[in-house]
DNA sequence: ATTATAAACGGACAGTTGTCCACTTGTCAA
DNA sequence: TTGACAAGTGGACAACTGTCCGTTTATAAT
């Protein structure tokens, strides 16, 4: 959605609504898109393939979706959507739980997610690379959040739960911010399919690295723990 | 370096030699490349530009370098090497260090390194990525080492020190192999540029962070560590 | 020198992406 | 109803990537 200016199928705040035709448009090339990818592969499908099989223009096409990526992210919205709001419906019910708890729930769910839609999460996060490196120098000067809502929804819990696991002393004191966000990056759609087709590490051993890493801690119970106190 | 038959300007092994016109050609194409990137950027600079500007045809180009990111490793061929013998080198001389204080100063190091040269390792690793999702299903079926020497020597560099690590009892035994993954996905160059240029972390931040997910855990000194102890 | 041969060459070409713009059509207000 | 206008439309276009293939040329063997 390359800027849509009226609330989701529902009334136009301001703005002229949109046509109903565009709107039938719409559904159509999610529809279509949605057939091309499940037969041929996201990564096979061009645009020009999608405008034509739904009987559009090129022009139309990109009116609407910026991208391929742009195109998928509309094509799980409702999907992540649901997602996020178990999430949060989780943390919410779990609040007596420990924070580490919920965090290894929270990240396992992640991963899974992450794991299940991988081929469209794949293309939104590369077109989102690709129009990284376009954007170069004005990245600070033209706007706060070019980090899509997703992952701020994302970042916003794992935070929420960092700061909930220092400030009950489960965990020392860290970079909330940058914890999470470090969180985020192992868990890229681009980085967990290297990781899977290329070194062959199963899911499971990455959600238990990970949880290793972030709720055990690489001192476990029971290590010496000698460190930070450099021996010559 | 689509694929290098001879020794970096040695004598030919069984095979014919270079001709020498083409390993001036090479010579020309990284000057101009060199020059172009300097001037414009990497990102901007097409192989297009290149090609006419190396006074060559495209094809001749293309058959050199099968994309641009493969004419940018060739471009950091040699600074990378020097990197890595000077990390072999630093982990060699501080052999009597804790593991620990070792993988940190790698660790600092090698982000440093990215840090350095980012354009070309953005461009390096996006057509990585790139060719990914085209070889998407053979993956596995035509070649082991898909993944770049380069990170390979990173990646066992990082493992070795973190084996060395929970041999000395330093930290508690992990899976040293994903570990080490986790810290280059950590450290890869979109990761890092992602988060200094849209998130606004600073690069010691960044040391900071992982310095303290990585080496001192955690569970610092002084948490009360309930971890893993479930308490519904 | 001559010749065979594989390497190297370079430009045309096909496939994609994304933009542009002249044209059409739905929608709202009068 | 009518008319104005913004939204929508679609196809041509430009730019880039990467491949193909007929031609040229350096090299080594004779």
New binding site residues.
Partial sequence: MVHD?IVEDGI?SG???????????RQRILAVARDLFAHAGVA??????I?RAA??????????Y???GDLCRDLMHEHHERFIIELRAYVAEAYSAPALTKLTEVIERMLHFVNDSMALLETVVT?AI??MDCNEGSALTDGPPMRHEWFQAQQNLLEGLLREAVADGEIAPLDVAYTADLLLSAMNPLSLHYQQAERGYSLERIAAGLRHIFITGVHGPGATNPATAQQG
Avoid: F, S
Wanted: proline share 3%; charged share 30%; aromatic share 2%.
């Fill in positions: 200016p136009a703005a002229r609504r949109e046509r109903r035709d565009a709107a039938a448009h096979a499908v061009t645009m020009h393939q405008a009987g559009i223009g090129q022009g139309t096409l990109y009116r609407r910026a991208n391929k077109t690709l129009d």
